[in-house]
């Protein structure tokens, strides 16, 4: 009986008819084409071929985009879902005295409202958990969350989180890496500020330097940069009769964000369901858990679906970027521009918390010499706590910033050598079977056939020098 | 006055985790009409993983792109992956990808190899048949085999599969060990022009040569360039995090955190340099990171080329360019006239 359903239907929506409908259907996609399938386009014949490796394939996702219907967290919406928002310190380092929630509680609309105590583990992290998911006693940069609040509309949580009254003992902060790294410096955790140093030696790096023509010596910084993904980090978690928590995410890897889920909300994995929705960009930033525990825990207080989405400000302040880098490089030369002995030093500025520091720092060092055949290397790295934000995964675990440093010095010693660019790195690239700095054998290697295919399409005819 | 420069910069990169395991797993189910889903728990992120992933699978079993379908990213219904990080998808991902397809086929095999009076392991899956190797005209559509195996005789083609990067963990002291299966390689060259009165650097054209093995799909490997070097553009010149004395962002927003837009871009010539590396899928390797790796580093040695002076710390912004070209030339930096 259709008619007799829909009544039902009706009824059990009756709850829910409040503003927050209308808030609802005012978030959803203003401008949905009306498309009547099956849109009759070419079929893109590179689709139908085989063999299917090396096609130019189409996109499987890229009608979808193209027509503006893929469904990304913020055009989701659930019947009876609230919004949550966090409060950031806004503080670098504090010691929290109190928090108070009562007059955020007492709002109208305001359904639940949770701090650092609510969370049954309150840390996570991909390799050191020095990471809380709300702030309960400590903060540690100025985008720390210290509590969250779901309401029924986005702008009564925003409204909401100004009630929130917290009440710091400012600390002193280390903003600066190499101040970081002395011992008299203030601590961000605990256990010290320079969290992981890496080391890679091979060869002999004194009779390197000793038997080398020319010794070249430069220190090259890079800054700090966000992901700038054009989709926020967002999540809807919704919490079942049979407590089993189901989390729609932005977040790349949902095998480890379950397990991190797992350990914060001290619940067994078969009850998380993560589901991966088609993201707008990740680059790194986007690889472990953020507000999820936040939302699943509002979701448990509140029988709702609770969604998150950060703020294009909260991207910046209170999610990952990428660790500046200042980098010491000392390189000895024949007259003939082949490398002999390279010394790198790297202290990264870590942030705040550990995150993936320690494999963008193990990337760093194990790239740093550059593609280079060089026998004599000594790498050693850093990575320290500061009070800004942290630094964690970004498109390249830190080669960027090494690329940088040791192709602005293989310049610096071309010129002064007279040498084309070009042939210098040609003198000294690896080989099939070159040893890297760690020791492997190298296979499959191109830098050769990749530095004379660009100089070809390029047009290379050397630098000024 | 507007002066030319170009700058050259190669690099390397490794593909997956640092020593630690970083498995995926997968699962190939072959319908009775010969297409096929795959099952990952790696998450589309915007690179065309799900089409790459596609076309391994299709490869595979013989078929094309369109006849595969993948699921993705649902902790309830796909198998492990350790995610869409570290370059990894296509090599790792696609691996189990290869492996559980060819599970799946090896069913077919058996079953088609009675019919077609061969032994299995003479069976070739192309162009959307079984058929004998060496001998095409004797072949079976894979849809009749695949309606076969399930239908008649009861053996749905199946395969589940997982694979992870061999590596030797790296000595404390030394640093001494196999901490990556392979590397892919790249170099990149900028021409740029440098305003010398203004310090403004554009970046007018980008030669990228890039090896990622086989290319799986040589449109999505441009795209990935593409979009890598439009990021090393914002680090080389725009982008930066600002903070006060007290630890607190000062540009926290995309006005005045400047990215990169279709305007900064230079032209981009993509070059895929050919290669085969035999422990990936159908010899393919990665791509993803490695396209923003040299690209700053290109654009600065061009700075240096085009106005001969050197800039040690990124970004190269304006301000810096021009007050290192004046310090070059003796001149005095001229400071604005005060408000």
């Known amino acids: 009986m259709p008619g007799k359903k829909k009544v039902a239907e009706k009824q059990r929506q009756r709850p829910l008819e409040t503003p927050r409908i209308a808030d609802e259907v005012a978030r959803l996609p203003a401008v949905v084409p009306p498309v009547a399938y099956p849109i009759e386009t070419l079929v893109p014949e590179a689709r139908q071929q085989t063999p299917a490796v090396g096609q130019r394939a189409q996109r499987v996702d890229g009608r979808m985009h193209g027509l503006g219907q893929t469904q990304y967290i913020d055009d989701l919406a659930f019947p009876g879902m609230l919004h949550a928002r966090i409060k950031r310190a806004g503080i670098a380092s504090a010691r929290i005295v109190r928090i108070d929630t009562s007059a955020a509680e007492a709002m109208p609309g305001v359904m639940a409202v949770l701090t650092g105590r609510d969370i049954p583990v309150n840390s996570f992290g991909p390799s050191l958990q020095d990471q809380p998911v709300l702030a309960a006693e400590r903060v540690c940069h100025a985008g720390d969350g210290v509590a969250a609040v779901a309401a029924v509309t986005e702008q009564i949580a925003q409204d909401a989180l100004d009630r929130v009254k917290v009440e710091y003992e400012p600390l002193p902060a280390v903003l600066d890496p190499l101040a970081a790294m002395r011992e008299d410096a203030p601590k961000v955790h605990p256990a010290g500020n320079i969290y992981a140093t890496k080391v890679i030696r091979k060869g002999d790096l004194e009779r390197g330097f000793a038997e080398s023509d020319r010794v070249f010596e430069g220190r090259y910084r890079t800054q700090m940069v966000e992901h700038a993904a054009l989709e926020p980090h967002a999540a809807i978690a919704a919490w079942d009769p049979n407590g089993r928590v189901t989390v729609w995410c932005t977040i790349g890897r949902i095998t480890l964000a379950r397990a991190d889920l797992a350990r914060t909300l001290k619940i067994p994995m078969n009850r998380i369901r993560m589901i991966g929705t088609i993201v707008g960009g990740n680059f790194g930033g986007k690889n472990e858990i953020t507000q999820e525990p936040v939302l699943a825990l509002l979701s448990k207080k509140t029988g709702r679906p609770v969604k998150g989405v950060y703020t294009r400000g909260e991207e910046f302040t209170a999610t990952t970027t990428r660790h500046p880098f200042i980098m010491d490089y000392r390189t000895g030369v024949t007259k003939d521009g082949r490398i002999l002995a390279r010394k790198v030093r790297l202290v990264l500025d870590g942030g705040a918390y550990c995150s993936w520091s320690e494999t963008t720092l193990g990337k760093a060092a194990i790239l740093a010499a550059g593609p280079y055949q060089i026998a004599n290397v000594l790498v050693e790295a850093h990575v320290v706590y500061t009070n800004k934000t942290m630094t964690g995964a970004m498109r390249g675990f830190g080669a960027p910033q090494v690329c940088f440093a040791y192709e602005s010095q293989m310049d610096e010693i071309a010129q002064a050598l007279g040498l084309d660019p070009l042939e210098i790195r040609l003198r000294n690239a690896f080989v099939e079977g070159s040893l890297s700095p760690t020791g492997q054998v190298l296979h499959s290697v191109v830098v050769r056939e990749s530095l004379l295919q660009a100089a070809q399409r390029f047009g290379w005819k050397g630098a000024r020098s | ?339």
């Open chain 2, 1 to 339: 006055m507007k002066r030319r420069g170009r700058g050259i910069a190669c690099m390397w990169y490794p593909i997956g985790f640092t020593v630690s395991a970083n498995p995926s797993a997968a699962t190939v189910k072959i319908n009775e009409d010969g297409t096929a889903t795959v099952l990952t728990g790696t998450v589309e992120t915007g690179q065309g993983s799900l089409t790459v992933l596609g076309q391994i699978a299709a490869e595979a079993l013989g078929v094309a792109a369109d006849d595969v379908h993948v699921v993705s990213a649902d902790t309830d219904a796909t198998p492990m992956d350790s995610g869409a990080i570290a370059s990894r998808t296509t090599y790792v991902t696609g691996n189990a990808v290869r492996l559980a397809a060819e599970q799946a086929r090896a069913i077919l095999f058996e079953i088609a190899a009675p019919v077609l009076g061969v032994r299995p392991d003479q069976l070739d899956a192309r162009d959307r048949k079984i058929e004998v190797r060496g001998y095409p005209q004797r072949s079976m559509a894979i849809g009749e085999v695949a309606y076969r195996a399930q239908v008649v005789m009861g053996q749905p083609a199946i395969g589940a599969a997982s694979w992870n990067p061999p590596t030797v963990a790296l000595d404390p002291e030394t640093g001494q060990g196999k901490p990556f299966s392979t590397y892919v390689y790249a170099t990149q060259i900028a021409e740029v022009d440098v305003d010398d009165e203004t310090g403004e650097v554009e970046v007018l054209r980008i030669v990228a040569a890039h090896d990622c093995g086989t290319p799986i799909n040589p449109m999505l490997v441009e795209g990935q360039v593409e979009g890598g070097i439009s990021m090393g553009v914002g680090f080389a010149l725009h982008e930066q995090i600002l903070f006060d004395d007290a630890g607190r962002q000062v540009n926290p927003n995309l006005t005045n955190y400047i990215v990169p837009t279709s305007l900064d871009m230079p032209e981009i010539e993509v070059d895929i340099v050919p290669n085969f590396d035999p422990s990936g899928p159908f010899g393919a390797k990665g791509v993803g990171e490695p396209t923003s790796v040299p690209t700053a580093a290109a654009i600065l040695n061009a700075i240096c080329d085009a106005v001969g002076v050197r800039i040690t710390t990124l970004p190269a912004t304006p301000d810096k360019v021009l007050a290192a070209i004046q310090e070059k030339r003796g001149q005095a930096v001229p400071r604005l006239p005060a408000a």
